[in-house]
């Protein structure tokens, strides 16, 4: 119930707030659209196997309705992963935005806040997810409402509620997904957080995560460790994994990029083998951005996938990848 009152409280206020505007404003929106498609070919126990892909397609509208309050649209367009259809459409985005001086509130079908920052820092979304994602800890987008308050130059701090179902399944229930996160920049180019969020049926979910980087005139550097109890609501699984990323822009057109993942999971009272046995494991990315022009980016990477179960194949995937945006 007091979380009932926090969605309604937070949806009055930025109505409220966003009463005034200046009249020199000229309310306006744009499209916006990106494509992440690559080639590649994939290399495992002896064999291969090459195909074109297309990973993501977004379509979306973006309007500001005055110097305070936007709105969002965006489609995501898909490979489901199961069944026989080759594409399929989510919405992703579905949001009205209040930002003013140091408060900013979304509500609606919302982008997370767990991962957010980790992601910016690794930077090449369109060739691989960040590690949250990939293992599915937690979902990219998602219908709630989050806050966001910087109490300083150091200091920011956000809080966000939503269903905890993703965008993909928009079931309607009474278990919501509660998360705090803290930002902190000490001094200038290092950046620092810690979030935590839990969600509650017969167990209670929580996960928590930190995260360090630096950005530079030339590299940027990104460590994050992530946990969570409860996996799935099922009592004592637990995960966690380390994400080690980085970027040289070796030319004003060129970035050179690697990154290194390892995913965990315990082993439950009576078993001899962790409980994801199957899906642990280390991943390895690496490869050189080309951006010949603003909004498009050519890619050839390498990523490996080495299990952690005796005896199964590793993967080892060369890609071209591109991302095209406006």
Known sequence: MKRAYILTFA????????????????????????????????????????????NRLYLGYEYAFSEYLSAKANLDIGDPGVGKLEMTAFVKNAYLKY???NLTVHFGMIATTQFKIQEGNWGYRY????????????????????????????????????????????????????????TVTPVKRWTGRIYYDFSSKDQTQSSITTFVGYEGDRFRLGA???????????KDHEWNGTSFYGTVKAFPKVS?????????????????TDWNHS??????????????VKGVKLTPN?????????????????????????
């Not at 930025?14 to 020199?24: H, N, R, Y």
Request: some cysteine.
């Open 302 to 326: 390498i990523q490996t996938w080495n299990p952690a179960e005796n005896g199964e194949p590793g993967l080892t995937t060369l890609f071209l990848s591109c991302e095209i945006k406006f």
């Open 256 to 272: 050179l990029f690697g990154r290194y993942d390892q995913l965990f999971s315990n082993t439950l009272p009576g078993e001899t």
């Open 127 to 182: 060739l691989a997810k960040s590690f949250q994602d990939e293992y599915k800890f937690n979902s990219s987008a998602d219908l709630g409402v989050s806050i966001d308050y910087k109490i300083s130059d150091i200091f920011s701090a956000d809080m966000i509620i939503a269903n905890g179902e993703g965008y993909k399944s928009l079931q309607s229930d009474s278990t919501l997904r509660t998360g705090f996160g803290l």
């Open 279 to 292: 899906n642990d494991g280390q991943a390895i990315i690496a490869g050189i951005e080309y951006a010949p």
């Open 11 to 54: 949806l009055l206020t930025i109505s409220f707030l966003a009463m005034s505007q200046s009249k020199d404003f000229k309310p306006g929106g744009k499209p916006f659209m990106k494509v992440f498609n690559n080639f590649h070919t994939t290399f495992s126990d002896g064999e291969s196997a090459s195909a074109f892909e297309i």
């Open 99 to 101: 930002n003013r001086d």
């Open 224 to 234: 994050e460790y992530n946990r969570q109890f409860n996996v799935d609501f099922e």
